[in-house]
């Protein structure tokens, strides 16, 4: 079978133990998906795994609200973010709640006839833009930290998902058939029925640094999962030197949602450097990141698990940089 993986070779998934190990346990019975590529490729690097998984199980799974609703920001997140590894995969997951002409008309690009889900994914697509979300949310406030968290955990897994994933979800691109996405939507439906119970995520997280969680998670345990993120993914900026670290701070601040074409002669400063390119294209435009851009970085001493923290370094910017944004609007509300 053709590897779905680019630029890494993660280890075999059986072949897992330890933190690892108890990740894809979780996924398995919470989830559903047995080792799914978008956790796999980050196994190389546990510190980033394991709070990608909390957050997105603190949130999608295990926080409250409708999950359908959850769904529908994430898909609007991922077509905002043009990833189509991630839309096919929650067409498919909208397809498990039963609403098989609502996973099809949005994957399709079109709206919702009910205006509150049309309002959340319209929620999830500006959410891109930083800033881009103003006034109120098309949630309650009590349902913040599960759907503000699942938009912000698929910021970043699409992220991760568009530099080191091929585009294509099931074998021979069978996603492309209507039939094969109702299927496949159908054989994930009892993990929808599933209750996970919150907070179980945190335990992987034991060690961890963790800086204090952002204040509209409240006490959920979306707080410290994101927290745990943010303090693996920035890591990754030890793998570039001051002023590389400063151009791609800098180009991140600048953004302002819009897909850049990203030539080398356009990046500010030193950005034409191999590491402060990866770091960018992981930030605004992922999917731009081609072989030679990280062969032009690699080194003896940069192995897959390098490349994995600097891609989340990248990444987890522009999930700053949006989170930053709705934070101070909604201060501002």
Known sequence: ??????????????????????????????????????????????????????????????????????????????????????????????????????????????TPDDPGQARLLDWGRASRTPGGTPGPPPFPAAETPAYLGTALSFHFINRIASALLKESVLPGRAERFRAVRSLAGRALSGSLRRNPVPGASLALLDGAPSGPPPVWAGDSPVGPA???????????????????????????????GSHPALARQSFPGRAEQPGARLAVLAALAPYRITAEDVTAWRRPEHSDHCLVHLVAYGAFLAVDRIESAWTADATAG
């Not at 999608?60 to 991922?78: F, H, N």
């Not at 994101?226 to 151009?247: P, S, V």
Request: glycine content about 8%; some cysteine.
């Open 226 to 256: 994101y927290a745990a993120l943010r303090e693996a993914a920035l890591m990754g900026a030890g793998l570039l030197d001051a002023e590389d670290q400063l151009t791609v701070r800098r180009a991140v601040r600048d953004w302002d």
């Open 1 to 110: 079978m053709t590897s779905p993986f680019l630029h890494t070779e993660p280890l075999s998934a059986e072949s897992a133990t330890g933190q690892v190990a108890e990740v894809y346990r979780q996924l398995d019975r919470d989830f559903g998906v047995d080792r799914p590529a978008t956790f796999v490729v980050l196994s190389s690097a546990p510190a980033i795994l394991a709070p990608t998984w909390a957050l997105m199980r603190e949130s999608l799974l295990a926080g409250p609200g409708d999950r359908t609703g959850k769904e529908l920001v994430a898909l609007g997140v991922s077509q905002a973010n043009r990833c189509p590894f991630c839309v096919t995969a929650h067409t498919v997951l909208l397809h498990a709640t039963g609403d098989h002409a609502l996973a099809e008309l949005v994957a399709g690009g079109g």
